[in-house]
């Protein structure tokens, strides 16, 4: 593949320049390098790159924050059963984790200390899945990464209680983070897996992290990426990497409140028979949000499955957009793949983009997708004024509906009702007008 060079450095990337040169000592030379010059040639992303194009960051980025750096932080309280890995500020802090809570059988280290050892394991199982190795975002966050997580979960391990890593910003001003971690799932093994993002900084944040899951054979993941609200100055990118083999499963949910722009992007790899993969969204959108999730899914492997289904519920000026890609390789027999986005606009302002695609390159599969968008359902509303709801209580029925039925496949009781909680939450700031 050709890579274009930029015509001329913005301010934004003169400073992640500035950002590497810090960087260079911190291990891992050989991949932050090579990750460079591959950003370096690219530049941040404008909408003239296709899988970018309605998502300018070039234009939205004008100029870089510092990095943030460990300090005291004040960790919210963690939800019942879990265990918590706190990476602050870009930094993994294991005095505020749970780190002796960990069940046997699943080993923990830091993403810096494997890099500064330059563990060849770890540098391995960081190389990128194909699909997302052209993505400039994913290639800065290897170039400029701080630190993270690693686990390893041995195989035939059954990890009863649910595993959180919490991604935290805190202090009074804008400050920037590059995390990557990496979840490597034995054969056989289960586990659950939850990412959540928490910003204490009242001025918006710049982060970029990445996760990565390589599931082994027969293994179980469920995975959740909860990204709270921030401010409308924010700028989040997510990126999940999946690369799945023979009849392994992985579960996904993100819930995404908005907060300025966020952009996930997911790149998963369905490597041996029979594996399955099922990706599921809900974003809530208001103000000035701008909410990207573009995904590439890649069926490598005869009999798989695939399962993609997105609800976004836009307001105010808000933005949304959706875009999906199921690829079926040659020899990928047998594929089943779904994909499906649906939007509800509250707003005459708001706007939704939906761009699904399929690239079959295989004769015997069963693969479909679909996108709406439009209004609530003036009938249903109609009759539910009919029997007295006033009308804005009939919206917020109908909204927590369309939402909920994404959020009802969460498998645990409490994590769910929680988020039920939270759409009724925002709803109630959608009516007092906030």
């Known amino acids: 593949m050709t890579v274009q060079a930029i015509d001329k450095k913005s301010e934004a990337e003169t400073a992640l320049a500035g950002a590497f040169e810090a960087m260079k000592g911190k291990g891992a030379a050989a991949l932050r390098q ?33 990095l943030g750096a460990p300090g005291t932080v004040a ?94 910003s805190s202090g009074d001003a804008a400050r920037s983070a590059f995390t990557r971690s990496l979840v490597v799932v034995g054969d056989g093994a289960k586990a659950k897996i939850v990412e959540t993002s928490v910003a204490l900084a009242p001025a918006g944040v710049q982060e970029n992290h990445v996760l990565a899951f390589s599931i082994g054979a027969g293994a179980e993941v469920e995975h ?126 708001a706007t939704m983009n939906n761009k699904p695609e399929l690239e079959i390159f295989a004769d015997d599969v069963v693969c479909g997708h679909g996108a709406t968008c439009g209004r609530l359902d003036a009938d249903q509303l109609f009759y539910l004024e009919a029997r007295g709801l006033p009308k804005r209580e009939a919206e917020a029925l109908l909204i927590e509906g369309f939402a909920g039925e994404i959020v009802d496949a969460v498998s645990e009781e409490a994590t769910r009702e929680s988020y039920f909680a939270r759409i009724r939450s925002w709803l109630g700031r959608r009516e007092d007008g906030k």
């Open 224 to 349: 959740i990426a909860d990204i709270g609200p921030q401010s409308e100055a924010a700028i989040r990118l997510f990126s999940l990497m999946v690369t799945a083999q023979t009849k392994a499963s992985f579960k996904s949910l993100g819930f995404v409140e908005g907060g300025g722009l966020v952009r996930r992007q997911i790149f998963a790899r369905l490597a041996g028979e029979q594996a399955s993969l099922s990706l599921d969204g809900v974003a809530l959108l208001g103000g000035k949000d701008h909410a990207d999730t573009t995904l590439v899914v890649e069926h490598a492997a005869p009999h798989c499955q695939s399962r993609e289904r997105f609800r976004s519920v836009l307001d105010g000026q808000s933005t949304g957009v959706f875009q999906g890609k199921v690829v079926v390789r040659p020899g990928a027999q047998k594929t089943d793949g779904s994909m499906q986005s649906r939007a509800l606009l509250l707003s005459e302002n």
């Open 75 to 168: 960790v919210p309280a963690a939800a019942d059963g879990r265990v918590r890995l706190v990476v602050a500020d870009g930094a993994f802090r294991p005095d505020l984790s749970d780190v002796a809570a960990l069940p046997a059988g699943v080993e923990l280290s830091s993403l810096a200390d494997a890099l500064a050892k330059d563990d060849s394991a770890v540098l391995t199982a960081l190389g990128l899945p194909e699909n997302a190795g052209a993505d400039a975002v994913v290639a800065l966050n290897a170039a400029l990464m701080q630190d993270g997580v690693v686990l390893r979960i041995a195989p035939a391990t059954e990890v009863a209680k649910t595993i959180e890593i919490l991604l935290l």
């Open 34 to 66: 090579a990750s460079w010059e591959f950003f370096a040639r690219k530049g941040l992303p404008t909408r003239r790159v296709e899988a970018w194009h309605y998502t300018d960051l070039r234009a939205a980025l004008r100029s870089v924050a510092p």
